[in-house]
């Protein structure tokens, strides 16, 4: 006998078909990593998104206050391991800003040359893997193509391929190989025509425009009133780069170069001149023009390595001799914040005299990125959800240390 | 604006709320008593000359040697700072806030010091906050929503404290 109610709607409220809690992660390939994202959805329209993080936790803070500031640039390699240059940089200048060492003029060029580097390895994973994040698989592996390039000339410099550890307080570990500079000169030569390939595959693609162009879009007031920095910052329109706003110890490694903010100033970005206008579509701060900063970022590390290059073998002074591990450090405290590829990574130091710091700090840039995610994706589709996360190009190495 | 000149106009609005500054430190910084500490952050971000708008990161240090014998030449009383890092993105200038806070309320072990949120004033707050409660052990008063971050809900004790101890056993997990 078939079930009767008295009120047929009693089942449709039992049964609740409006809200549903979807998990997305923490193995989530378009996740970057282990990030986990709890989505309260109605249909295909995501209310609410909550993020989980910690799964790589590693307590790199606490090791730190074990460690001399040396023996600690390795943990800060696989903070953000996209990036490991970028961050023994920030650390090193923070060690050295309350050590108050002075670097020669060639130790400052040659810190540009590989920081410049990084930062172009660093979004060539985050351009290829935002292709991999909206389902185009070819993009990855050609951005992969020419990265290995750059680890090679790194692994040449340093020996490792990944967590390099090269910048250290006081310098580098070595000075570059001979003939180094013609490769590296090389490889710029050789990389820059195509770039135009990846704009192609991925900038002025009709399916990739459809699926960023207007989506996720964020005011500059909202990405300052969360602490976003870097590309995510300048996608929306805001002018502001350490490497030229940055404390004085930062911005000296730049002084006298040539190179401008990639940020859109009445409708035009710098340097964009013979690369893709701007598709009409797309509106300032959505998740394609934070993917154009990273493209244009490219070039302009591009011009800067070999700015950088021509200064370094014209420099006088050494490549930075790394201080002795049982320096003590003055008392006092530091803090310092440089602009990596995801953006500003601030290192802080405390120290009460020893050899051993008594607390140290890292501010995460992926960190206050991803915290706005909870903002950004209210009200979008579920499927727009990596697109809105990749755009933001988060390392979760660096947001859980 | 230089270090100073942020130290006589917080001083003329707030009078001693500002319980002390050190202007020649490599960093120069200026402390602020405990419950007016949102205030003051509201107030620095929306002045005109100020305006700091761009809320870099919150630290916590813990101030505390458990031997009793260096912990005597030591110079300073157990305690734990708060230190908010700020700068303004349109002045470009940059500021250190710190907050000097008990080790523990009231003296009792176990009852977290507490300091109003600045979450706000600045949205970048709430997660910093919830990782400095989270691993510091402080308590955010106001916050909305204060739970722990990086470290699973049902952890236990506060790692970044000073004589915190590593536990021996977590969910079958041998942990030393």
Same mark, same amino acid.
């Given at each position: 006998m078939p079930l009767?109610?008295?009120?047929?709607?009693?089942?449709?409220?039992?049964?609740?078909t409006d809200e549903m809690l979807v998990n997305m992660g923490p193995q989530h390939p378009s996740t970057h990593g282990v990030l986990?994202?709890?989505?309260?959805?109605?249909?295909?329209?995501?209310?609410?998104?909550?993020?989980?993080?910690?799964?790589?936790?590693?307590?790199?803070?606490?090791? @730190?206050?074990? &460690?001399?500031?040396?023996?600690?640039?390795? *943990?800060?390699? +696989?903070?953000d391991y996209l990036a490991g240059m970028n961050m023994n940089l920030g650390w090193s200048l923070c060690v050295e800003k309350l050590l108050d060492h002075q670097l020669s003029e060639k130790a400052l060029h040659l810190r540009v040359i590989i920081a410049e580097m990084g930062r172009i390895a660093s979004?060539?994973?985050?351009?290829?893997?935002? @292709?991999?994040? &909206?389902?185009?698989?070819?993009?990855?592996? *050609?951005?992969? +193509?020419?990265?290995?390039?750059?680890?090679?000339?790194?692994?040449?410099a340093c020996g490792a391929?990944?967590?390099?550890?090269?910048?250290t307080p006081g310098g580098c570990t070595a000075d570059l190989p001979s003939g180094w500079l013609q490769r590296c000169a090389d490889f710029l030569d050789q990389f820059e025509p195509i770039i135009q390939e990846y704009h192609a595959l991925l900038t002025t693609n009709a399916i990739f425009i459809k699926r960023t162009a207007g989506i996720g879009v964020m005011s500059p007031e909202m990405a300052i009133q969360y602490g976003c920095t870097g590309p995510v910052l300048r996608g929306s329109g805001v002018d502001y780069d350490l490497r030229r706003d940055g404390e004085a110890r930062y911005t000296e490694m730049y002084d006298g170069y040539a190179f401008e903010v990639i940020s859109e100033q009445n409708g035009h970005y710098p340097k964009d001149h013979d690369y893709p206008a701007v598709p009409k579509d797309a509106v300032l701060g959505d998740c394609w023009h934070r993917f154009y900063v990273r493209m244009l970022e490219v070039v302009q590390?591009?011009?800067?390595?070999?700015?950088?290059?021509?200064?370094?073998?014209?420099?006088?002074?050494?490549?930075?001799?790394?201080i002795k591990l049982t320096t003590k450090l003055p008392k006092g405290e530091a803090y310092l914040e440089t602009e990596a590829p995801r953006g500003q990574m601030g290192f802080y130091l405390v120290s009460d005299g020893n050899a051993i710091p008594w607390r140290v700090r890292a501010r995460s840039s992926s960190f206050c990125n991803l915290?706005?995610?909870?903002?950004?994706?209210?009200?979008c589709l579920i499927a727009d959800i990596p697109a809105v996360v990749g755009s933001l190009d988060v390392v979760m190495g660096e947001i859980d240390r | 604006m230089t270090g100073t000149s942020f130290v006589s106009r917080l001083q003329q609005k707030f009078g001693d709320q500002i319980t002390g500054s050190n202007l020649e430190a490599v960093d120069p910084w200026i402390e602020v008593a405990p419950e007016s500490i949102a205030e003051v952050c509201q107030f620095l971000r929306d002045d005109e000359e100020l305006a700091f708008d761009l809320l870099n990161c919150i630290t916590a240090v813990d101030y505390f040697i458990a031997d009793p014998k260096k912990?005597?030449?030591?110079?300073?009383?157990?305690?734990?700072?708060?230190?908010?890092?700020?700068?303004?993105?349109?002045?470009?200038?940059?500021?250190?806030?710190?907050?000097?806070?008990?080790?523990?309320?009231?003296?009792?072990?176990?009852?977290?010091?507490?300091v109003p949120t600045v979450s706000q004033v600045w949205r970048t707050a709430d997660w910093h906050e919830r990782e400095v409660f989270d691993l510091s052990g402080v308590c955010f008063t106001g916050h909305p929503d204060l739970r722990r971050i990086l470290?699973?809900?049902?952890?236990?004790?506060y790692p970044l404290r000073k004589d915190y101890e590593m536990p021996l056993e977590y969910h079958g997990i041998r942990g030393r």
């Open positions: 009767e109610l008295e009120d047929p709607r009693v089942i449709e409220f039992d049964v609740r986990r994202l709890v989505l309260r959805t109605d249909g295909e329209v995501v209310s609410e998104v909550e993020p989980h993080i910690g799964y790589l936790h590693r307590c790199a803070e606490k090791i @730190g206050e074990n &460690l001399t500031p040396r023996q600690w640039v390795p *943990y800060t390699d +696989r903070m979004h060539l994973v985050g351009m290829g893997a935002y @292709g991999l994040d &909206l389902g185009s698989f070819s993009p990855f592996l *050609y951005a992969f +193509r020419e990265r290995e390039k750059i680890l090679d000339l790194f692994e040449e391929r990944l967590t390099y550890s090269y910048i590390s591009v011009d800067l390595v070999r700015q950088a290059i021509d200064r370094y073998s014209t420099a006088s002074g050494d490549y930075g001799v790394p915290s706005v995610t909870a903002d950004l994706c209210r009200g | 912990a005597a030449k030591a110079g300073w009383e157990p305690h734990i700072d708060v230190v908010y890092h700020m700068s303004s993105v349109s002045k470009k200038h940059s500021l250190v806030v710190k907050v000097r806070l008990p080790r523990w309320k009231d003296g009792v072990e176990g009852q977290l010091p507490e470290c699973p809900e049902d952890w236990v004790g």
